[in-house]
């Protein structure tokens, strides 16, 4: 196996023998509910010493539908995420959908995130890659894990290594997702810290016709599989109530049972390492 990176962040590393966690509601709803996830997730991660970024969308730019709820858009997302930042004391994760973004995000963002529809959109990493921020690059659902060698290239010869590669399941169509957890060595044998989306990864796509579906009962599963696989750090999209989230609800945890799950996770990592 390759050495990996250790991709600094503040006063941790993402690919240490630390386990880090990002997290956080899919799309910013109001600031009621980031404040309460970040107190959350902040108390628990603290609680348990695992390294924690917050995470939310300013918008969500691939809908199902017109009508499906968005976000905020770019300039009052980003004084929602500033904020929660200041407040809390986190760094900061969200994605950015077109190459003009990347600058206005990286002065709030800690890490910029390319979503996975987009991820060998070129303009876009390179943009990103150029803010010298962390770069986290969705593996495509259409894609091999051995394909994402070209798109971390792209990034690499921008200029900027601080990337991290992650694993959101792999679709054969049918409205259905698929993990094959051979991809995360296969990812690190790139030489960047993998990291596993255990949410988005029960997402069923297109099931509920207007909207994407999902089963949340699979996210312990597969959260702990990456970890007995070797991922070196976990996303997780996060709510405190999930079924009356205005994205992503059904593939969402709940706020209150992210500790169990943060938990045992920990412990699985950590047996690994030894």
């Given amino acids: 196996m390759k050495d990996i990176k250790k991709i600094k962040l503040r006063d941790f590393e993402i690919g240490g023998d630390k386990l880090t966690i990002l997290a956080g509601p899919c799309v910013i709803e109001n600031q009621e509910i980031l404040e309460k996830t970040a107190q959350g997730l902040k108390e628990i991660t603290k609680d348990l010493d695992i390294n924690f970024v917050f995470k939310s969308s300013f918008d969500k730019a691939n809908r199902s539908s017109l009508t499906s709820y968005r976000g905020p858009g770019l300039e009052k997302g980003l004084e929602m995420l500033r904020q929660i930042k200041e407040k809390f004391d986190v760094p900061i994760v969200t994605d950015i959908h077109t190459p003009d973004q990347a600058a206005a995000v990286a002065e709030v963002a800690d890490i910029l995130q390319i979503p996975a529809f987009l991820c060998r959109q070129t303009d876009l990493l390179v943009e990103a890659a150029k803010t010298g921020k962390i770069v986290n690059i969705k593996k495509g659902q259409f894609l091999a894990p051995e394909q994402m060698g070209s798109i971390i290239k792209k990034v690499e010869d921008s ?77 997780f999209e996060i709510h405190p109530e999930p079924d009356n989230a205005l994205c992503d609800g059904p593939n969402m945890l709940a706020l209150k049972d992210a500790g169990g799950v943060f938990s045992i996770c920990k412990n699985i990592f950590e047996v690994v390492r030894k």
């Fill in 159 to 235: 200029g900027n290594t601080n990337i991290l590669v992650t694993d959101r399941g792999t679709t054969f169509g049918y409205n259905n997702l698929v993990t094959d957890f051979r991809g995360i060595p296969i990812m690190q044998e790139f030489g960047y810290p993998v990291v596993f989306d255990a949410t988005h990864s029960v997402q069923l796509p297109g099931a509920n016709g207007t909207c994407s579906g999902g089963d949340r009962r699979f996210v312990p599963v597969l959260a702990k599989a990456a970890m007995a696989a070797g991922a070196n750090a976990l996303f």
